[in-house]
């Protein structure tokens, strides 16, 4: 991933008593152990009384809008925008912000928060909360465009939506992670891999793959373990990882390169790279997931938006200020 604190554009934010700031926040409270009350004292503990807060909470409702929902609440007036959930949680907030100078804080309190560990963010909820409210940097995240709807993490064809559309909601909140594994785990046996047309930018391939991965973010599940190398969420291109292993030992091998960082060495897996257009079609349909959520079957079809949201991101140390804390830590190496 390339480096946030070193492409972060710094901002900085000021809470001066009485300047009547407001937040919106937007709640997943399937998505995690923490309340809208929890979320209101943490923001309100670091914000300050003079800052309003305030919570949506996601129903789930067929017919619920969220991206709909945070566009006409920017539109109020707001100093920012959060999204306290999953990974879910977060595209559907990103969705609304589209193309707004408004930046997206995430407060990562759902299951998996892959994308605030790619952008290696704080993830407990006091720590984002005292991110958001105190100087933080911003980055510009690129985004999927897939019919109306955006994505700005990962859209998975293979074993990872099977996993996604096959974990029942409550044992996810009972065993978290350990629910995606086992439902992993059983549907990794006697899977074979299937034919895939992709098209990437206008380069066309057909391989039998288990998985098919269109990423904007490299991380696979926890870091420091990734799909592959040189994934970033924010240079303007969408990679796409494609997975032919078959065998058991095949996987074994591709394991082995995932924990050394040396997927591109594995022959079962291949990479392409695409700034405009994604196009991805299957012998027989299967179910997509995108950003953790299931969107569909193939066939589907990816616009690539580039530089498309504004993240709230932890503040990059200016060289002065690097210079100086080596200085002070020559220092107390001097006095010990």
Avoid at 162 to 187: H, N, P, Q, S, V
Avoid at 212 to 219: H, K, M, R, S, T
């Amino acid at each position: 991933m390339t480096d946030l604190q070193d492409v972060a554009d710094t901002t900085t934010v000021s809470r001066e008593p009485g300047s009547g700031q407001r937040v919106f926040v937007v709640l997943n409270p399937m998505a995690g152990s923490c309340t809208a009350d929890d979320v209101r004292n943490a923001l309100q503990q670091h914000f300050g009384e003079d800052t309003t807060v305030d919570i949506y909470e996601t129903t789930g409702a067929d017919d619920e809008d969220v991206a709909e929902i945070v566009r006409r609440e920017a539109a109020k007036g707001v100093a920012l925008v959060g999204a306290a959930g999953g990974d879910g949680t977060v595209s559907e907030v990103a969705e609304g912000l589209i193309g707004s100078d408004i930046p997206m804080g995430i407060i990562p309190v759902g299951t998996a928060n892959v994308f605030a560990r790619e952008l290696e963010l704080p993830m407990t909820l006091d720590d984002a909360c005292a991110l958001l409210a105190g100087q933080y940097g911003t980055t510009k995240i690129d985004a999927m465009k897939v019919g109306d709807d955006y994505f700005i993490l990962q859209i998975g064809i293979g074993l990872d939506s099977l996993m996604i559309r096959d974990t029942e909601r409550e044992a996810k909140r009972r065993f978290g992670r350990a629910a995606y594994i086992w439902t992993m785990l059983t549907r990794f046996v006697g899977y074979q891999p299937v034919r895939f047309t992709i098209q990437a930018d206008g380069q066309r391939v057909r391989p039998r793959a288990s998985q098919v991965l269109i990423a904007n973010g490299g991380v696979l599940g926890v870091p420091p373990f990734r799909w592959g190398p040189n994934i970033s969420p924010d240079d303007g291109k969408i990679n796409v990882c494609i997975v032919s292993a078959r065998t058991a030992l095949d996987y074994l091998g591709l394991i082995w390169h995932t924990i050394l960082g040396q997927q591109r060495r594995d022959r079962n897996v291949r990479y392409l790279a695409a700034a405009n257009s994604i196009v991805i079609s299957a012998d027989h349909p299967l179910p997509v997931q995108a950003d953790g959520e299931i969107l569909g079957n193939t066939p589907i079809q990816i616009q690539v938006v580039p530089h498309a949201v504004a993240v709230i991101v932890p503040q990059k140390e200016t060289a002065t200020e690097q210079a100086a804390d080596r200085a002070k830590a020559a220092e107390r190496a001097v006095a010990a």
